[in-house]
């Protein structure tokens, strides 16, 4: 049995503005609206556009983005009104069909896109945006406002109580799938009160012991999701029967459906089944 580590989201990536003049090797993430193009390999992995896709790419009414290099391969997010031939989806149908990096990539993709698309006008005084010169900002000249990619802080929480864990699923999850908990950061809340504050609401529970454990980009649409392993300290389990259909406790070696590798939810439970020396599924 291998202990689990916590993955990287960026291997080997250095996030970049301006693009060199000649660019050999390159993946392009390619999205219509926020969905990504659908491409795969004969083993059902998604591939991004390359250096080869260029002259097609050229030839799309688009606004494409540099994010930066891994090596000599340099990553663009391409917004593009429509795309031909190719089929786009949202980001969830690479679940399964891609790796972290390739995951995380998209994400940022994703992310600086929507950013670019609605931040062409400033939010203070409706005067016209422009980017600015050396940072990932749109600046609006008429009152100096910059508008930075938007990230909405989150946690994420697995809550344990000996060998048990507490798992929940919401309405929308696929059938007999749970996963840990999470919820949005308020303004003037410290990531500890937001866990606190949504763990009693969600499930009427009372936690304690709070580790901070590692953090994810999580782009639906713009989460940055702080993951947390939370001690159960008091309180049964009732329902917010608006968001939750179902909350309980499941024994280490007895979990239901859980979300795949991909996710930060998936890293709690597999670090938590790593230091209670249970089986972790590779
Ligand atoms: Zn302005």
Known sequence: MSAFVWPEANPG???EISPPEDVESAWHFVFVGNEIAQRFDQNGQWLPFTEADAAMIAGLDHVSHYMGRIGDRHCFAVDAKALQDVPVSG???LFGHTDNLMFGLASRAV??????RTHQFCGRCGGRN??????RAMVCDDCGIHAYPRLSPSMIVLIHRDNQVLLARNHRFPEGMYSTL????EPGESVEETIRREVKEEVGVNVHNLEYQGSQSWPFPNSLMLGYLAEYESGDIVLQEDEIADAAWFDGDNLPSIPGKVAISRWLIDLWLSRRGLPVEP
């Open 111 to 116: 992310q600086v896109v929507e950013w670019y």
């Open 13 to 15: 990536f250095v996030s």
């Open 130 to 135: 422009r980017e600015h010169d050396r940072d």
């Open 182 to 185: 999470a919820g949005f950061v």
């Open 91 to 93: 980001l969830r149908s």
